[in-house]
């Protein structure tokens, strides 16, 4: 098999870092391309390319022109459908078709979303009376902050690197994108949409790197970066943090999740088990909203599990090209091994197992892949760790509960706060327990429908800040307030 080669992308060109890692697939763990490392010199060849791109033509368009270019970004990526589509699942081991119809209509439309946005954004004005009678009048202008530091997951490559880089480029920013190095590809293949759309060159770059003393610590830490934008794991959002405070940095992160969803007694069954089946196993669990904590009201708990259990047992697990499945492998099999770690603590702390708790048996030459078997326990109480701890694979555990004023109190007994479900055909109880939720986003007889609009992001320990709509604009840019004296 011939190994690609997946380069860093810097100021409109293709380069080698200073070193190479490999980029294995999820399903059969086989190398299928090496991908340049950057170092501190590519880095910041990167960071001062962006620099010169604010003060070059991309800093003088308009609003429009910019917006026209965004539009054409979107327009290469639709029209290279197949080559994104090949390549998230290839670097990710999803389906197609849950690629197909989410992760790359969403990587083109984040581009749109935010270029038509940013031309519609309202200002403030006010007139202010003044001793003399002239008067005068403050009005708000936004200005791009700068460049963006933009560092991407793994479980959705495409779409939430576009989510940030679109309002990013369409409020007049320039970026430096470090994606995953579990999925490098679609990023870089990015900078040849952006050449084609006639993005200047500088404006978006991409470096490749993992691990301490790399791309993304050199990033974060460099000088000439004004904001960085994370989504990904606590832990290093906190080192993004401290990286900033030092340089009074902003800094937008979205983090972990230990998301509950609520079932309560009148609640359609139907809509219920088939909204869980979504947030507990879609992507293979790697969702930062997905549910890892179901409460059950008691009425309905044992048909809710046995529901489950049918739902999960149904689950086709396979390749990409494997038009039955709807399940792919982990990202990785070092992902593998926590999951799997979780698995078995679930078992030593005498959780009832209802389904899964293993590895699928898979055809001889997918063995060494990321598989994983969705699973669900019963059992086990709010304070262990497989109630407290993100686990980010295909599992959740079902508690039963009495009490609305319990059931809330166990739901926000986390030390996160991203995202909830709540089920119920009670409208009254719906908005009274969504006030009461701790998390940034509850969601009523739906998961994940989502209206980019509107703020995204979480409390607590799940993050800082607001993507989506104009909070995405807010991040962007700076706010500047300019006094004329009549």
């Known amino acids: 098999m011939t190994v690609a080669r997946t380069l860093n992308f810097i100021d409109g060109e ?43 033509p991309w800093g003088k368009m308009t609003v429009h022109e910019r917006a026209a270019i965004l539009h054409k970004v979107a327009d290469g990526i639709t029209r290279r459908f197949e080559e994104f589509l090949e390549a998230e699942c290839r670097d990710t081991g999803k389906p197609k ?20 946005l940013v031309k519609n954004v ?15 009048v403050n009005y708000a202008l936004r200005r791009p902050k700068g460049v963006i530091g933009v560092i991407c997951p793994w479980n959705l490559p495409l779409l939430l690197m576009t989510w940030k880089v679109g309002p990013a480029l369409a409020c007049g920013n320039a970026v430096v994108v470090k994606p995953s190095e579990e999925t490098p590809t679609t990023a870089t293949l990015l900078g040849e949409v952006m050449n084609e759309a ?4 500088g ?18 830490s460099h000088d000439g970066v004004d904001a960085v934008t994370f989504t990904g794991e606590t832990r290093t959002g906190a080192a993004i943090m401290r990286a900033g405070a030092g340089r009074i940095r902003p800094v937008s992160l979205e983090l972990g999740g230990k998301n509950p969803a609520i079932v309560f007694a009148d609640a359609d069954m139907d809509k219920a088990i088939e909204g869980t089946m979504r947030s507990a196993f879609a ?11 179901v409460f059950v009201q008691r009425p309905l708990f044992d048909e809710f599990v046995a529901r489950l259990k049918a739902g999960a047992s149904g689950l086709v697990v396979g390749t990409p090209d494997n038009a039955a499945a709807n399940m792919g492998p982990l990202v990785s099999r070092e992902h593998q091994s926590k999951v799997l770690s979780y698995y078995q603590k679930a078992r030593e702390l005498g959780a009832e197992q209802v389904i899964g708790g293993g590895i699928p048996q898979m055809p001889g030459h997918l063995v060494e892949g990321a598989w994983i ?20 694979g295909p599992c959740c555990h079902i508690s039963p509960f009495d009490e609305e004023d319990e059931v809330v109190e166990r739901a926000n007994d986390t030390d996160y706060g991203l995202a909830c479900s709540i089920w119920t055909e009670n409208g009254s109880r719906a908005h009274r327990v969504a006030s009461r939720i ?6 009523v007889n739906s998961w994940f429908l989502r209206d980019l609009r509107t703020p995204f992001g979480g409390s607590k320990r799940s993050g800082i800040g607001r993507e989506g709509g104009v909070h995405s604009l807010e991040f962007y840019t700076e706010l500047s307030n300019v006094c004329i004296k009549l």
């Open 283 to 293: 992507n293979c669990g790697q969702v930062c909203l997905g549910t890892e904590r």
């Open 373 to 392: 078997e969705p699973t669900i326990w019963t059992g086990l109480g709010d304070d262990s760790a497989i109630m407290r701890e993100e686990i980010f």
């Open 122 to 136: 309202p200002t403030e004005s006010f007139v202010l009376d003044t001793p003399d009678g002239a008067g005068a």
């Open 97 to 116: 078709s849950l690629a197909r119809h989410i992760d790359i209509p969403r990587g083109a439309a984040n581009f749109k979303i935010f270029a038509d």
């Open 203 to 220: 404006v978006y770059n991409v470096v490749h790197g993992f691990g301490p003393g790399s791309a993304g610590e050199f990033l974060t």
């Open 438 to 443: 701790e998390a940034g986003l509850v969601w």
């Open 14 to 56: 293709f380069r080698e870092g200073r070193d190479w890692f490999e980029n294995r697939n999820p399903c059969d763990n086989g190398v299928f391309a090496m991908v340049a490392e950057a170092g501190e010199a590519e880095v910041d060849a990167a960071v001062q390319a962006a620099r010169r791109a604010l003060k070059g």
């Open 198 to 201: 006639g993005v200047p060159p």
